[in-house]
């Protein structure tokens, strides 16, 4: 599964970058990586559940369809 592009604009910052590497257990590279290819890694469980707090939307205009 794949981000969408508004998901993808709303946690390509600092914080939210720094909340994912927590979860994920990686670099702020390897996150800004993932945020730049849509990697299937941003919808892991634990990064969805920061992601969900973070930009406030349903998972229906989180992931494409």
């Given at each position: 599964m794949k981000l969408t592009?508004?998901?993808?604009?709303?946690i390509n910052n600092p914080?939210?970058?720094?909340?994912l590497m927590d979860v994920l257990?990686?670099?702020e590279f390897t996150?800004?990586?993932y945020i730049q290819k849509n990697s299937d890694?941003?919808?892991k469980a634990a990064a969805m559940q920061v992601i969900r707090e973070v930009?406030?939307?349903p998972d229906s205009e989180i992931l494409e369809g």
């Open positions: 592009q508004k998901a993808l604009r709303v914080t939210t970058r720094r909340r257990g990686c670099t996150i800004s990586r890694n941003l919808t930009t406030g939307l």
